[in-house]
Each structure stands twice: as structure tokens, then as C-alpha cells.
């Protein structure tokens, strides 16, 4: 796994433009398969994904907004929500440097699916709207989080309204979770759809951090409705209603 900051993608692509793979339809294969197949064998990020040893090209989301937002560092404790397959896992602890010996560092991260272990964090496999959760997670890492990473999202049902309500009802359920284990000066951040963050979620964002931010990075998908909401700067009186 590289400990380069930056992705290298854009160079890649850049230059492999006029290479790109066109795949053939397949007897049985659906239209939108052959489409997916096509946009994953062209994309320059999961070739870089591929090359760099990350388990997904999502790894790269992660590592542009570290790189802007600058909320990783050596020694904190994090907790990824959504984690499968792990990608943003592995660039959690490559940064914060959990994997080392005698390392302060902590991540602990959870998914509703199977998911192979990460070295330098812990793998949890469970339901996070589960009830039990947040205290198994807050147990497991041991005290307070420095930062709550939220990459969870419902199926999506092709219906942008309905899909915008999902994905907001699980921004809140993380939400709930890091305003009860944030240590002071804190960071949330979490998958929602464009449009934003809906206005009662947002009000309780601004109420709790000292600043909150929408940013879609460059290795989110140009064509997708996802961005992500950074709130940073916890202020640990976590205050829900107006």
C-alpha cells in the first residue's frame, strides 16, 4: 500500500484515454452489467486501487478528503461506519498509523457484510442500526473517537427521492452515535446525496461543530448524486433540538 499522498489517477487517465476497453454484451449479461464492466475496466482509479494494494477505488475518496480537510493524523482513534470492503479502513490506518508498533492509534470498523480483516484495526461485522451497536463500537475502541467516518448507504431504489431519504435516515442514526462519543474538537463526516444535507439535520450539525462543509471529491464519480457532509470541530455539548 502506498503512503503517497494523492492519487496518481488523473495521470493515469489521462494517458489512457485513447486505450480504453470496450466490452462486448454478452449473451445474458444485461445492458447496464456490460455498462458497469466497461466504466470499472476504464476507470483510472480502481487501476490505481489495483496497483496500490486498496480494496476498492472508494480508498481514494477518503485520501482527497484527508487531503483537503486534513482530519488524520498519527495517534487519533477512528471509527468507520459502512466499511466493507475496507478501503477507506486501509487508508485510516496507513494515516494515523495504527499498524505500528506501540502506535497510540486506534480504528474499529463495522458493516452489515463479511469483510476480511485489516491489519491495524479492528473488523467488525453487525447492523449498526442495531440497537447494541454504538456500545459494542464505543467498547471495542476503548473511549472516545477523534473522528466518525460515515461511507454507509442504503440500496438504491432508482427513485432519487426515496434514495435521498435513506441515505439522510442513516446520516442521523451516525450522527446520533458520534455526538455521544466525539471527544472535543471532533470530526463527523458522512455519505449523503446532492442536495445536500436535509435543513434539520444540517441546524443540528452547525449547532454541534464549529464548522460544516459539503465537498465532493475527485474520485467520486462524476455522474454519481453522492457528496459528503465534514463537520469539524466538535464542541462535546451535543445539543439535538433548537
Same mark, same amino acid.
Given at each position: 500500500?502506498?503512503?503517497?499522498?494523492?492519487?496518481?489517477?488523473?495521470?493515469?487517465?489521462?494517458?489512457?484515454?485513447?486505450?480504453?476497453?470496450?466490452?462486448?454484451?454478452?449473451? !445474458?449479461?444485461?445492458?447496464?452489467?456490460?455498462? #458497469?464492466?466497461?466504466?470499472?475496466?476504464?476507470?483510472?482509479?480502481?487501476?490505481?486501487?489495483?496497483?496500490?494494494?486498496?480494496?476498492?477505488?472508494?480508498?481514494?475518496?477518503?485520501?482527497?478528503?484527508?487531503?483537503?480537510?486534513?482530519?488524520?493524523?498519527? !495517534?487519533?482513534?477512528?471509527?468507520?461506519?459502512?466499511?466493507?470492503? !475496507?478501503?477507506?479502513?486501509?487508508?485510516?490506518?496507513?494515516?494515523?498509523?495504527?499498524?505500528?508498533?506501540?502506535?497510540?492509534?486506534?480504528?474499529?470498523?463495522?458493516?452489515?457484510?463479511? #469483510?476480511?480483516?485489516?491489519?491495524?484495526?479492528? =473488523? $467488525?461485522?453487525?447492523?449498526?442500526?442495531?440497537?447494541?451497536?454504538?456500545?459494542? $463500537?464505543?467498547?471495542?475502541?476503548?473511549?472516545?473517537?477523534?473522528?466518525?467516518?460515515?461511507?454507509?448507504?442504503?440500496?438504491? @431504489?432508482?427513485?432519487?427521492? @426515496?434514495?435521498?431519504?435513506?441515505?439522510?435516515?442513516?446520516?442521523? =442514526?451516525?450522527? %446520533?452515535?458520534?455526538? &455521544?462519543?466525539?471527544?472535543?474538537?471532533?470530526?463527523?463526516?458522512?455519505?449523503?446525496?446532492?442536495?445536500?444535507? %436535509?435543513?434539520? $439535520?444540517?441546524?443540528?450539525?452547525?449547532?454541534?461543530?464549529? @464548522?460544516?462543509?459539503?465537498?465532493?471529491?475527485?474520485?467520486?464519480?462524476?455522474?454519481?448524486?453522492?457528496?459528503? =457532509?465534514?463537520?469539524?470541530?466538535?464542541?462535546?455539548?451535543?445539543?439535538? &433540538?433548537?
Amino acid at each position: 500500500m502506498s503512503g503517497k499522498k494523492g492519487s496518481g489517477a488523473k495521470a493515469a487517465g489521462a494517458g489512457s484515454r485513447s486505450m480504453a476497453v470496450r466490452v462486448k454484451t454478452a449473451k !445474458g449479461r444485461k445492458l447496464s452489467s456490460t455498462r #458497469w464492466l466497461q466504466r470499472q475496466l476504464n476507470d483510472p482509479y480502481v487501476a490505481q486501487a489495483k496497483s496500490q494494494g486498496y480494496r476498492s477505488r472508494a480508498a481514494f475518496k477518503l485520501k482527497e478528503l484527508d487531503d483537503r480537510f486534513h482530519f488524520l493524523r498519527p !495517534g487519533l482513534k477512528v471509527v468507520d461506519l459502512g466499511a466493507a470492503p !475496507g478501503g477507506w479502513t486501509q487508508v485510516v490506518v496507513e494515516r494515523i498509523k495504527s499498524d505500528r508498533p506501540g502506535g497510540a492509534g486506534a480504528v474499529v470498523g463495522m458493516d452489515i457484510l463479511e #469483510w476480511d480483516p485489516v491489519p491495524g484495526a479492528t =473488523v $467488525l461485522v453487525g447492523d449498526f442500526t442495531d440497537p447494541a451497536s454504538p456500545e459494542t $463500537l464505543r467498547r471495542v475502541l476503548g473511549g472516545q473517537a477523534n473522528v466518525v467516518l460515515s461511507d454507509m448507504a442504503a440500496p438504491t @431504489t432508482g427513485h432519487p427521492p @426515496t434514495d435521498h431519504l435513506r441515505i439522510i435516515g442513516l446520516v442521523e =442514526v451516525a450522527l %446520533e452515535f458520534a455526538l &455521544t462519543v466525539l471527544s472535543p474538537g471532533g470530526v463527523f463526516i458522512a455519505k449523503v446525496f446532492q442536495g445536500g444535507t %436535509e435543513k434539520a $439535520l444540517l441546524d443540528v450539525l452547525k449547532r454541534n461543530f464549529a @464548522t460544516v462543509r459539503h465537498a465532493k471529491p475527485p474520485a467520486s464519480r462524476s455522474e454519481s448524486a453522492e457528496t459528503y =457532509v465534514v463537520a469539524m470541530g466538535f464542541k462535546d455539548r451535543p445539543q439535538t &433540538t433548537s
